[in-house]
């Protein structure tokens, strides 16, 4: 119980002190926010296809034939029909030079010219004809849309040029009417129009083979789970430092004279040093979830991870402070040490490439990689049974970092 009351109080000192809590709580979240602003818009969903329509001007020169009819009003009229809406914003102009200029001008996406001898072409066999597409060369996609429309249409005049010359041949051996032959053109693009429905001209397809990624997940969230981790080892060495400081200022001293064992004391102290921690890891857990929304995985997963990273951290701390003669080498401590084991650990990670085979074996050498892969194997969505081997491995680098951390400590105050 005096182990507890002594933990109890240096978490409280812990707690009190601005600088432990900015640099506990206030870095991590600081660093990963200002990731968060500048990246944050990228996060917004893409996955709908929204095309906007095409500015498509249409020139019709055509003047008609009295055979076949105004064949260019026909096609311009399908053309500014509800069924393309969607894809073509149409409008007209009188001549061929306007038109090209609203197009260099990006006025227009596409200018359709229509000639002249369009609907002639049809009714004499020896004759050919040529719409002429003129497109904004910046665009590709409306222009491409826009020519696969048109191509639709002439495919369907070709059929009524074919109709018109058998109409013909029909009026002059006297079987229908010359007059009949534009309605004839009328009920032919009719039973043809199915042919020019836009949902056949373009299909909007979502890969199924290929998952969409979170944004978070992907980037905002290895990026916190790298700053939680470097941080907790800060903490944790930190932490442990008090007890250098205590002895320092004599209070540790005091201490040994009371009733109170040696192991009670010692005990306190790294029980403090695991509480807070503790705190410090599910604190930046939760309160990241709730600010960037980074999902952590499954329940059991991240708890067994953290739990494992709260043990490596403390018993990390506790081992590194046993070496130390005085908090004067603290210093040192947290500009090389912690920065070196804490880079070659999650190099992969302050790299943007979270789990980059090409770092092989080397951030494994240090509890922040065994750290890292496995919280990050959480957020992917593994099992328990895929994280145990990160979470034995950083029990196991705990168990030895206490031991002798512990053990050097009971030496110095023997």
């Given at each position: 119980m005096k182990s507890l009351a002594i933990a109890f109080k240096d978490l409280t000192h812990s707690f009190r002190s601005t600088f432990a809590i900015i640099f506990m709580f206030g870095v991590p979240l600081m660093v990963t926010g200002l990731f968060y602003l500048m990246f944050g818009s990228l996060s917004a969903d893409k996955s709908g296809f929204n095309l906007p329509p095409t500015k498509v001007v249409i020139v019709n020169l055509d003047a008609g034939d009295p055979q076949a009819g105004q064949l260019g009003q026909i096609m311009v009229a399908a053309l500014q029909s509800e069924d393309f809406a969607s894809l073509m914003d149409i409008s007209l102009s009188p001549d061929s030079a306007s038109a090209r200029q609203l197009v260099d001008t990006q006025q227009a996406g596409v200018a359709v010219i229509i000639p002249a001898d369009f609907s002639t072409s049809f009714t004499d066999s020896q004759s050919a004809t040529r719409l002429e597409l003129y497109s904004d060369p910046t665009l590709t996609i409306g222009p491409g849309i826009v020519r696969s429309i048109i191509s639709q249409f002439t495919d369907q005049f070709s059929g009524i040029k074919i109709t018109v010359a058998l109409a013909l041949k029909q009026a002059e051996s006297g079987q229908i009417e010359y007059a009949q032959i534009e309605s004839i053109i009328a009920d032919y693009m009719a039973a043809s129009q199915a042919s020019a429905d836009p949902q056949s001209l373009i299909e909007s397809v979502t890969p199924t083979a290929a998952p969409q990624q979170n944004f978070m997940l992907t980037?905002?969230?290895?990026?916190?789970?790298?700053?939680?981790?470097?941080?907790?080892?800060?903490?944790?060495?930190?932490?442990?430092?008090?007890?250098?400081?205590?002895?320092?200022?004599?209070?540790?001293?005091?201490?040994?004279?009371?009733?109170?064992?040696?192991?009670?004391?010692?005990?306190?102290?790294?029980?403090?040093?695991?509480?807070?921690?503790?705190?410090?890891?599910?604190?930046?857990?939760?309160?990241?979830?709730?600010?960037?929304?980074?999902?952590?995985?499954?329940?059991?997963?991240?708890?067994?991870?953290?739990?494992?990273?709260?043990?490596?951290?403390?018993?990390?701390?506790?081992?590194?402070?046993?070496?130390?003669?005085?908090?004067?080498?603290?210093?040192?401590?947290?500009?090389?040490?912690?920065?070196?084991?804490?880079?070659?650990?999650?190099?992969?990670?302050?790299?943007?490439?979270?789990?980059?085979?090409?770092?092989?074996?080397?951030?494994?050498?240090?509890?922040?990689?065994?750290?890292?892969?496995?919280?990050?194997?959480?957020?992917?969505?593994?099992?328990?049974?895929?994280?145990?081997?990160?979470?034995?491995?950083?029990?196991?680098?705990s168990i030895i970092f206490f031991i002798i951390g512990v053990l050097r400590f009971q030496k110095r105050y023997a």
């Open positions: 980037l905002i969230g290895p990026i916190m789970a790298g700053m939680l981790i470097f941080y907790a080892f800060y903490t944790g060495v930190n932490t442990a430092m008090t007890i250098l400081k205590e002895s320092e200022d004599g209070t540790l001293s005091r201490l040994f004279t009371t009733p109170t064992s040696q192991t009670e004391i010692l005990g306190g102290k790294w029980i403090a040093v695991g509480l807070t921690v503790l705190v410090q890891v599910v604190t930046l857990l939760l309160v990241s979830r709730l600010i960037f929304q980074i999902e952590w995985g499954a329940l059991p997963v991240v708890a067994l991870v953290a739990l494992a990273i709260v043990c490596s951290a403390s018993a990390f701390g506790v081992f590194i402070c046993s070496w130390l003669k005085n908090t004067r080498q603290g210093g040192i401590i947290f500009g090389g040490v912690l920065t070196v084991t804490g880079m070659v650990g999650m190099m992969d990670v302050f790299t943007g490439s979270p789990g980059d085979p090409r770092f092989g074996f080397w951030p494994l050498i240090t509890p922040q990689g065994w750290a890292s892969r496995g919280l990050l194997a959480s957020m992917n969505g593994a099992a328990v049974s895929q994280v145990l081997p990160y979470v034995l491995a950083l029990v196991a680098m």
